[in-house]
């Protein structure tokens, strides 16, 4: 059984970095393409990134290009969201999925971490 789990969340002031992690569990090999979503209170969930199996082609959403980062690390089956100069509006519960089933910048995957939050305070 395939299992996702975030951590890295937390408060952070404007300007500030964060570094999410998404430790995968339950998967033979390393051979899946993973995403990262965040969702604030009364919004729908939204694409953030993603990167395929091998870390060669990484995509972003326009908000985040330039000063988010994902990467991912198969010898421990771990994923992340590196985040510079987090803005207020970044505030947002941050979900590490795996298994796309779709285009990787849909919410289209097979596996879904349970989230970490993320605020940024002005």
């Known amino acids: 059984q395939v299992h996702l789990l975030e951590s890295g969340g937390g408060l952070v002031q404007a300007g500030g970095s964060l570094r999410l992690s998404c430790a995968a569990s339950g998967y033979a090999r390393s051979t899946y393409a993973m995403g990262w979503f965040r969702q604030a209170p009364g919004k729908e969930r939204e694409f953030v990134a993603a990167i395929n199996w091998n870390g060669a082609n990484t995509w972003y959403s326009d908000s985040v290009k330039g000063r988010f980062t994902i990467s991912r690390a198969n010898a421990k089956n771990t994923g992340y969201l590196q985040m510079n100069s987090l803005k207020p509006e970044d505030t947002a519960v941050y979900f590490c999925?795996?298994?796309?089933?779709?285009?990787?910048?849909?919410?289209?995957?097979?596996?879904w971490g349970q989230g970490t939050q993320v605020t940024v305070s002005p």
């Open positions: 999925a795996a298994t796309a089933l779709g285009l990787l910048t849909t919410p289209n995957y097979k596996s």
